[in-house]
């Protein structure tokens, strides 16, 4: 009875949630399916740009489904393209060679607000950028597979804002694919100008900006299979800029294929500082 209310409540969250111009289907299955010997997280990549006025609302739909999924739900917000140019106010420049370069491994958008979901190309989608009304949908179903590979991730700060990260990896199930690693720094909470369907905005907060890519930005090819019950370890060090919030930024790992597909197995997200 007790999940069978859950999941009614989760219906009812997603029927209530303010869309910026589409419907979505609902939701089931809800949160807390994860694997006992280690958790299905799913990664979103969306598309974004501080001319495009579309994108707040995707923006804000992702805020809400992060409340619903916790950190099940792990987001960057990509700022490349036409879109990503500044604003004469503007303090803070998103777009750089890493994000124009990762835009372009996963294929530019043709509309907005746009993402991808563990960068699949799902059954029945012509390609992995999917528009919000399937945004939704196919992290339940991201979430619901069976983890193949374990992720945790240890960060530590030191005074001179240099931050070490440390990722662990297990295998939980064979793999046969080559798999890579992705280490990406996100801040979250900027305030800058951003474009929305009323005006300019100069105050507006930014969440989960992309600010730095400390692999290859098609990923770091591992040299281990992670056969079942394996572990890998990798580190990685970064000095933190002065003009970022050093409470906002967060380190993301993201195991996943390169090999013409680009399937994620897993992520996982922490504050570079607790």
Known sequence: MGNILKHIRLLWVMILLPLACTEIPPIIGGPGQGSQEGEQRVLVEEFTGVYC????????????????????????????????????????????????????????????????????????QSNRILGQADWASHIQESLDAEPLIALDMATVVDDSRNVTIDVQMTGLAPVSNPLYLTVMLTEDNITDPQNTLSGVELDYVHHHVLRKILTPVSGESLSSDLITGEQLFKTYSYGIPTDWDLDQVHAIAVVHRNDGILDVLNVVEKKVKE
């Open 53 to 124: 006025v579309n994108c707040p609302g995707g923006s804000a739909f992702l805020q809400q489904l992060q409340q619903i999924y916790g950190d099940r739900l792990v987001i960057v917000s990509i700022h490349a393209g036409f879109f990503a140019r500044q604003y004469p106010e503007s303090q803070y420049q998103f777009k750089t060679d890493e994000t124009e370069a990762l835009q372009n491994l996963l294929g530019a958008p043709v509309a907005y607000p746009s993402a991808t979901v563990n960068r699949m190309n799902f059954e029945g």
